[in-house]
Nanobody
Framework: QVQLVESGGGLVQAGGSLRLSCAASGRTVGSYIMGWFRQAPGKEREFVAS????????DYADSVKGRFTISRENAKNTVYLQMNSLKPEDTAVYYC??????????????????WGQGTQVTVSS
């Protein structure tokens, strides 16, 4: 098993940037495909980005493509989400997640096995 803890959320003005971190413990993060999802009030949890075990492959939701970058440092057991050009519609709780068994990147929520508690990102207009 792996435990995931997100950090780096906060309040930022539109156009600003934040970097979220996801620290893993219990098992090396290199064993997992990693992802970020988000959930805004009253909405379903949605896919944001994912990254392969080696970091060589990434995938993004269309709504964040070109603005967000997912990366990982397996030696530090940490995954990041760099968010630039933030918009008010990016406001949500952001969740880090890990997939133990898949061999390809997935955008499906139920494809992931482990979840963090989430970190709030609020973008003001």
């Amino acid at each position: 098993q792996v435990q995931l803890v997100e950090s780096g959320g906060g309040l930022v003005q539109a156009g600003g940037s934040l970097r979220l971190s996801c620290a893993a413990s219990g098992r090396t993060v290199g064993s997992y495909i990693m992802g970020w999802f988000r959930q805004a009030p009253g909405k379903e949890r949605e896919f944001v980005a994912s990254i392969s075990r080696s970091g060589g492959s990434t995938d993004y939701a269309d709504s964040v493509k070109g603005r967000f970058t997912i990366s990982r440092e397996n030696a530090k057991n940490t995954v990041y989400l760099q968010m630039n050009s933030l918009k008010p519609e990016d406001t949500a709780v952001y969740y880090c997640t890990a997939d133990a068994s898949a061999s390809v990147l997935s955008t499906r929520r139920n494809g992931y096995d482990y979840w963090g508690q989430g970190t709030q990102v609020t973008v003001s207009s």
